[in-house]
């Protein structure tokens, strides 16, 4: 009985599948196209580029490989130094 109920089921949505017109066009351009990055990313792989090139350069990318204690450190000394520019 719970066979029966699944095929049915299946037959019904293939008939109602088969209705619906079939939109897809593999000779298309604009499907197989890439799309142009957002600007904000291009942004920011130019500039992972540009320090890759000069690794001398300050990047934010470096900033990112600080240990976690050296970026405490740094997060406790600015928050001094505001702390003594509020006095």
């Known amino acids: 009985m719970k066979y029966l109920l699944l095929l049915v089921l299946a037959s019904a949505g ?5 209705d619906k017109p079939n939109d897809f066009n593999p000779s298309d351009p604009s499907i197989w196209q890439e ?9 920011k792989e130019q500039l992972q580029d540009l320090c890759r090139t000069f690794p001398d350069a300050e990047c934010p990318v470096n900033t990112d ?19 003594s520019f509020e006095k």
């Not at 293939?14 to 088969?18: E, K, P, T």
């Open 14 to 18: 293939h008939a109602l599948a088969a």
């Open 35 to 43: 799309k142009p990055l957002p600007e904000v990313v291009r942004e």
């Open 65 to 83: 490989r600080q240990p976690d204690i050296q970026r405490e450190e740094q997060r406790r000394k600015d928050k001094s130094r505001y702390k």
